[in-house]
């Protein structure tokens, strides 16, 4: 079935550690995107990118870093500079003139 | 730039009565409008939108709703509610192009519970 796969679906960091959450699409959709969800603050969008090899600084990029290497792929970096990584992360890929699709989320947590 | 205001944070509603979640839009140009329901540590699933024509638009599980340009507004209903509707409610405006300078922006949701 087409839809888009995050993995892994929970994920701890240590202090100081840079963590890479996944997103695999399968939709053939160009854009995609990452987005923050913390309580009461709804979506917040971190990265996007609308076609292979290029992406745009969302909303709160500050810590995060992403690469777009491939159509499919589009992987997220929290990195040690991103002081408040806690959160739901949601991976979302669109087409043109369509709805976006959501992964399923990962929720990472520093410990 | 475009937003999203969802003005209730909560809504309490009993099972079986209708409801009617609100959402005002702040945007450009013609918006595409979308409304997302995400059961806990979920993502998010599409229960309607609208990108033009008939300004009544139907969705899944029941549920309606109304494109009111003149009013910035895009509320969403269902006329008898069951418990498995409870959910936290997103709703979102989105660029024509599907790409977009931005991608969706959304709303800070409206918690949906449902009392017995």
């Known amino acids: 079935d087409g839809g888009i796969t995050q993995s892994p679906k929970y994920l701890f960091r240590k202090e100081g550690q840079n963590v890479t959450l996944s997103c695999e699409q399968n939709l053939n959709h160009d854009a995609m995107y990452w987005y923050r969800q913390d309580p009461g603050q709804g979506l917040r969008l971190i990265y996007y990118?609308?076609?292979?090899?290029?992406?745009q600084k969302g909303d709160i990029a500050e810590g995060y870093s992403v690469s777009r290497e491939k159509k499919e792929s589009f992987p997220l970096t929290v990195t040690s500079a991103q002081k408040n990584p806690t959160a739901f992360y949601l991976c979302a890929s669109r087409g043109h003139a369509t709805e976006a699709f959501f992964g399923q989320g990962t929720r990472l947590t520093v410990v | 730039a475009q937003s999203v205001t969802q003005p209730d944070i909560h809504i309490t509603v009993s099972e079986g009565a209708s409801l009617e979640l609100r959402c005002n839009y702040s945007y450009g140009a013609t918006p595409y409008l979308f409304w997302y329901v995400q059961s806990p540590g979920q993502g998010l699933q599409l229960l309607l939108k609208?990108?033009?024509?008939?300004?009544l638009v139907q969705g899944i599980k029941g549920f309606e709703a109304e494109f009111k340009r003149s009013q910035s507004s895009f509320n969403l209903r269902k006329p008898s509610v069951h418990w498995s509707d409870a959910a936290e409610y997103f709703c979102?405006?989105?660029?024509?192009?599907?790409?977009?300078?931005?991608?969706?922006?959304f709303g800070k949701g409206t918690h949906l519970i449902i009392q017995p």
């Open positions: 990118s609308q076609i292979v090899n290029d992406f």
């Open positions: 979102a405006v989105g660029s024509v192009s599907g790409g977009g300078a931005d991608g969706l922006t």
């Open positions: 609208y990108f033009s024509g008939d300004t």
